[in-house]
């Protein structure tokens, strides 16, 4: 029933939900929302979801080596697919604005991508490698360690 329920909420889902849940960016089309004690993010924009779910894909594509996943599974352990979301954005980042820091919050995920799109007209001609590189760098994290008595 829970998931009939998200799925139907969820029908313009946003591609990067894990990012958004996580606190590490933000975007101006997020829509969030609640269903019982689950938080969830939908996608106000259908042209930024599909410019969204494009560089996700070709992050995942560029960053099998790197996330040593070379089958094609649909979907990603959470670690990976945080790496690949958060680490993806951070690097497309770096690539926009070289002389910058990395930020730890992106924030207007939507806006990064505009500017790609914008800077390099097609997405499959960004540099992949400096996002690579902060993919690579990534640290979600860590997990704690119970204190035993």
């Given at each position: ?80 697919a ?10 497309l ?23 790609a ?24 994290r ?8």
């Open positions: 029933m829970f998931r009939q329920a998200y799925q139907a909420i969820t029908e313009q889902g946003c591609p990067y939900e894990k990012t958004l849940l996580t606190r590490n960016g933000d975007c101006r089309h997020a829509q969030r929302f609640c269903i019982a004690e689950r938080e969830g993010v939908r996608c106000g924009a259908p042209a930024s979801q599909t410019r969204c779910e494009a560089f996700l894909a070709l992050v995942r594509h560029n960053a099998r080596f790197a996330l040593k996943a070379t089958d094609q599974r649909p979907s990603l352990p959470h670690a990976q945080m790496r690949v979301q958060v680490g993806g954005l951070r690097g980042h770096a690539v926009l604005e070289p002389d910058q820091p990395v930020p730890p919050h992106i924030p207007d995920i939507d806006q990064v991508l505009a500017a799109s914008d800077r390099f007209g097609d997405l499959a001609e960004i540099p992949f490698q400096p996002i690579l590189q902060q993919l690579a760098a990534f640290q979600g860590k997990r704690s360690r119970a204190k035993r008595s």
